[in-house]
């Protein structure tokens, strides 16, 4: 028994099954013909995903692209990014507050010991004279945060608690902006200690001198620096990396100024070079830092992001809010450099998942399985760096043509086109017939003895006569040599009726090879020359330098030599144009001339002529309804007994292949 199947209403959250390699090359099939690149396709594919009929979808690159916008944008209509130093403004008012309520604190208990006679008298009175300095100094403050921050450092906090609020306000910008060197400490900046802060500084000292180094063309001694310092630049494998990482890290400050306004920015700028005014020393070794890098490289990406929302940030949440930005302008730029499947490897999944969730991740990983299945399967081989189809791949394209155009048509369109000759037997019908000399012996024995029965009446012996024998009837197959004469001029190309024409030319041999694989079909192109190409270049066919003009001439030429070499009565010329013939050939040199001059379509139709003498029927099909182009096609016709047709480009495919069906098959009556 079967287990049960449950079904729900589709919400758009259930995953599909992943398109396989035949849905993939489908998707492809178009692009490849269109330009006949299997990289550029693969590229688009990339680029855009694929999704069939059935509903499987393969998000592209494009999508991911769009996830990654959609969560910037996010996050800038979500904060207000003056919120920040409104923050440091509020630390620091706090922090004065504190000191103004203990300073009176101290006061209250010094008059209360006075008081008391725990202490004499000059005590209290000089608590308050210390009181009333402090409380003048804390009036004196700048309301700016920098100057405040200036002021507060060269100050003698009286309440311990104020003191501690204000240098683990300090510890912790200092962290923020000491953060591009420090992003593997083990211990907090808010907990170095002096020791630790002596590091920092040699630290500083040995990148200041391999900086240097380099600039004056010395090789630096980057093993000893890794050796010494490099679990604060985790990845960095060499001085360049480690360059490159503190710059994209630093970019991280330079951004959040940028995003500010001039007056904000000053702010913020006054208050950096204010935290690091009671370690001179480091200040120096930062400052040197900044002027090295300057030389050696670009300034770090500083992006200015336009914040419109209403949340408030710290300073920590701002810097890590910038960090996340970068790197979701990172990743946008890594997308965007997408031009193969080597670039796909180089987008890390886990960067994906963090910044857009599991599902982008799973996507990402989906396109990168891509190119596997269709090598897998077949359809793509590595030559060298490149990617290329497989004759499998042209097959499978030819079918796929094949199927879009005729599964416009209906039925009743097939069959009950006459043919002048007949040939070997094909496949047997329903109906039967009185045998005549030649047919294929294909007995049906009940009318047989039925005709004797009613010659001759009842009894036996039943005896027969050549005149009693019936067969059954067979649907007759003839050979036919066709050459499809393909206008490869660049009107076909400007006015988008190359594409079809190619998929007409796969189609019709994928027609032939599956249904009449004694038949002979060559692929001819035609502009300024003409040129046969096989059906395995077919999808790679692309304008060149020689598509100028219309050389019906040269097309011409080459079919009849090509069906030459055919010893069957069948041979015709297919031929797809969207203009009169505006080139000839003049020995071997082609003539060009617009408009077309008298002796192009002379020649032109003397051409046809011999064809006509050669027994080779050719049937055009016009793409364009000038009355120059259909002039010609008449004088043509009348020549050589084909036919003409005009058709649309998207209408072109079911004209051809359905005209030739019909000239393949006829019932032998």
Same mark, same amino acid.
């Given at each position: 028994?079967?287990?049960?199947?449950?079904?729900?209403?589709?919400?758009?959250?259930?995953? +599909?099954?992943?398109?396989?390699?035949?849905? +993939?090359?489908?998707?492809?099939?178009?692009?490849?013909?269109?330009?006949?690149?299997?990289?550029?396709?693969?590229?688009?594919?990339?680029?855009?995903?694929?999704?069939?009929?059935?509903?499987?979808? *393969?998000?592209?690159?494009?999508?991911?692209?769009?996830?990654?916008?959609?969560?910037?944008?996010?996050?800038?209509?979500?904060?207000?990014?003056?919120?920040?130093?409104?923050?440091?403004?509020?630390?620091?008012?706090?922090?004065?507050?504190?000191?103004?309520?203990?300073?009176?604190?101290?006061?209250?208990?010094?008059?209360?010991?006075?008081?008391?006679?725990?202490?004499?008298?000059?005590?209290?009175?000089?608590?308050?004279?210390?009181?009333?300095?402090?409380?003048?100094?804390?009036?004196?403050?700048?309301?700016? %945060?920098?100057?405040?921050?200036?002021?507060?450092?060269?100050?003698?906090?009286?309440? %311990?608690?104020?003191?501690?609020?204000?240098?683990?306000?300090?510890?912790?910008?200092? &962290?923020?902006?000491?953060?591009?060197?420090?992003?593997?400490?083990?211990?907090?900046?808010?907990?170095?200690?002096?020791?630790?802060?002596?590091?920092?500084?040699?630290?500083?000292?040995?990148?200041?001198?391999? +900086?240097?180094?380099?600039?004056?063309?010395?090789?630096?001694?980057?093993?000893?620096?890794?050796?010494?310092?490099?679990?604060?630049?985790?990845?960095?494998?060499?001085?360049?990396?480690?360059?490159?990482?503190?710059?994209?890290?630093?970019?991280?400050?330079?951004?959040?100024?940028?995003?500010?306004?001039?007056?904000?920015?000053?702010?913020? &700028?006054?208050?950096? &070079?204010?935290?690091?005014?009671?370690?001179?020393? +480091?200040?120096?070794?930062?400052?040197?830092?900044?002027?090295?890098?300057?030389?050696?490289?670009? %300034?770090?990406?500083?992006?200015?992001?336009?914040?419109?929302?209403?949340?408030?940030?710290?300073?920590?949440?701002?810097?890590? *809010?910038?960090?996340?930005?970068?790197?979701?302008?990172?990743?946008?730029?890594?997308?965007?450099?997408?031009?193969?499947?080597?670039? *796909?490897?180089?987008?890390?999944?886990?960067?994906?998942?963090?910044?857009?969730?599991?599902?982008?991740?799973?996507?990402?990983?989906?396109?990168?399985?891509?190119?596997?299945?269709?090598?897998?399967?077949?359809?793509?081989?590595?030559?060298?760096?490149?990617?290329?189809?497989?004759?499998?791949?042209?097959?499978?394209?030819?079918?796929?043509?094949?199927?879009?155009?005729?599964?416009?048509?209906?039925?009743?369109?097939?069959?009950?086109?006459?043919?002048?000759?007949?040939?070997?037997?094909?496949?047997?019908?329903?109906?039967?017939?009185?045998?005549?000399?030649?047919?294929?012996?294909?007995?049906?024995?009940?009318?047989?003895?039925?005709?004797?029965?009613?010659?001759?009446?009842?009894?036996?012996?039943?005896?027969?006569? %050549?005149?009693?024998?019936?067969?059954?009837?067979?649907?007759?197959?003839?050979?036919?040599?066709?050459?499809?004469?393909?206008?490869?001029?660049?009107?076909?190309?400007?006015?988008?009726?190359?594409?079809?024409?190619?998929?007409?030319?796969?189609?019709?041999?994928?027609?032939?090879?599956?249904?009449?694989?004694?038949?002979?079909?060559?692929?001819?192109?035609?502009?300024?020359?003409?040129?046969?190409?096989?059906?395995?270049?077919?999808?790679?066919?692309?304008?060149?330098?020689?598509?100028?003009?219309?050389?019906?001439?040269?097309?011409?030429?080459?079919?009849?030599?090509?069906?030459?070499?055919?010893?069957?009565?069948?041979?015709?010329?297919?031929?797809?144009?969207?203009?009169?013939?505006?080139?000839?050939?003049?020995?071997?040199?082609?003539?060009?001339?617009?408009?077309?001059?008298?002796?192009?379509?002379?020649?032109?139709?003397?051409?046809?002529?011999?064809?006509?003498?050669?027994?080779?029927?050719?049937?055009?099909?016009?793409?364009?309804?000038?009355?120059?182009?259909?002039?010609?096609?008449?004088?043509?016709?009348?020549?050589?007994?084909?036919?003409?047709?005009?058709?649309?480009?998207?209408?072109?495919?079911?004209?051809?292949?359905?005209?030739?069906?019909?000239?393949?098959?006829?019932?032998?009556?």
């Amino acid at each position: 028994m079967a287990p049960p199947s449950w079904y729900s209403r589709w919400d758009g959250s259930q995953r +599909l099954d992943d398109l396989d390699a035949d849905q +993939l090359l489908e998707a492809m099939s178009d692009d490849i013909l269109s330009d006949g690149d299997p990289w550029s396709a693969l590229r688009r594919l990339f680029q855009r995903g694929a999704r069939n009929p059935d509903g499987a979808n *393969l998000p592209g690159l494009q999508d991911l692209l769009n996830r990654l916008r959609r969560q910037r944008q996010r996050q800038l209509d979500r904060y207000d990014l003056s919120s920040v130093l409104d923050d440091i403004k509020q630390k620091l008012d706090t922090i004065l507050q504190t000191e103004r309520e203990g300073i009176e604190r101290r006061v209250a208990d010094a008059t209360e010991r006075a008081q008391k006679g725990d202490a004499p008298e000059s005590f209290r009175e000089a608590m308050q004279r210390a009181a009333a300095e402090h409380k003048k100094t804390l009036d004196e403050m700048p309301e700016s %945060p920098a100057g405040r921050i200036q002021s507060l450092q060269s100050y003698e906090f009286m309440d %311990p608690d104020a003191h501690r609020l204000f240098w683990e306000l300090m510890k912790g910008l200092q &962290q923020q902006m000491l953060q591009p060197f420090l992003s593997n400490m083990q211990k907090a900046l808010g907990n170095m200690t002096p020791q630790d802060l002596e590091r920092m500084r040699e630290m500083m000292r040995d990148l200041n001198r391999m +900086l240097q180094d380099r600039a004056e063309g010395r090789e630096p001694d980057f093993e000893a620096f890794k050796q010494k310092w490099g679990d604060h630049f985790p990845g960095a494998e060499n001085l360049d990396q480690l360059m490159e990482q503190i710059g994209r890290q630093s970019g991280q400050i330079q951004s959040l100024l940028s995003s500010m306004s001039p007056g904000q920015r000053r702010q913020l &700028q006054d208050m950096m &070079q204010s935290l690091f005014m009671q370690d001179e020393r +480091l200040e120096a070794e930062l400052r040197q830092l900044g002027m090295n890098l300057s030389q050696l490289m670009p %300034p770090p990406d500083a992006r200015r992001y336009n914040f419109r929302g209403d949340d408030d940030l710290t300073m920590k949440q701002a810097m890590e *809010l910038m960090d996340e930005l970068r790197q979701l302008d990172d990743l946008e730029r890594q997308i965007q450099k997408v031009r193969d499947p080597n670039d *796909l490897e180089k987008i890390d999944p886990q960067q994906v998942e963090q910044l857009l969730g599991d599902e982008a991740k799973q996507d990402l990983e989906r396109l990168r399985e891509m190119t596997k299945k269709l090598e897998e399967a077949g359809y793509l081989e590595r030559k060298g760096d490149r990617l290329e189809l497989t004759a499998r791949a042209i097959r499978k394209i030819g079918d796929k043509a094949l199927k879009d155009i005729f599964g416009h048509l209906k039925r009743d369109r097939f069959g009950g086109h006459a043919i002048e000759r007949r040939g070997a037997g094909g496949d047997r019908t329903d109906q039967s017939k009185p045998y005549e000399f030649g047919d294929p012996f294909l007995l049906e024995l009940r009318e047989t003895l039925m005709n004797a029965v009613e010659r001759n009446g009842a009894g036996i012996p039943v005896r027969l006569t %050549p005149a009693d024998f019936e067969v059954a009837r067979t649907e007759t197959q003839t050979h036919a040599a066709t050459v499809l004469m393909l206008d490869m001029s660049r009107s076909m190309i400007f006015n988008g009726c190359f594409l079809p024409a190619k998929k007409v030319a796969l189609a019709l041999n994928a027609l032939i090879r599956g249904q009449f694989p004694r038949d002979s079909l060559h692929i001819v192109g035609f502009s300024l020359y003409a040129r046969e190409f096989s059906a395995a270049q077919l999808p790679h066919l692309a304008p060149g330098e020689w598509s100028v003009g219309t050389n019906m001439h040269a097309g011409f030429q080459l079919a009849r030599q090509l069906l030459a070499r055919h010893k069957g009565g069948n041979k015709q010329v297919i031929m797809i144009t969207d203009g009169e013939p505006t080139a000839h050939m003049e020995g071997t040199e082609p003539e060009f001339a617009y408009p077309p001059t008298r002796r192009t379509l002379q020649e032109t139709l003397k051409e046809v002529q011999r064809c006509t003498r050669e027994g080779i029927t050719i049937n055009t099909f016009m793409l364009e309804q000038s009355h120059a182009l259909a002039a010609f096609v008449e004088q043509m016709t009348r020549i050589n007994r084909g036919r003409a047709f005009f058709a649309t480009s998207d209408r072109l495919g079911e004209y051809v292949l359905v005209d030739f069906v019909r000239s393949k098959r006829r019932a032998v009556s």
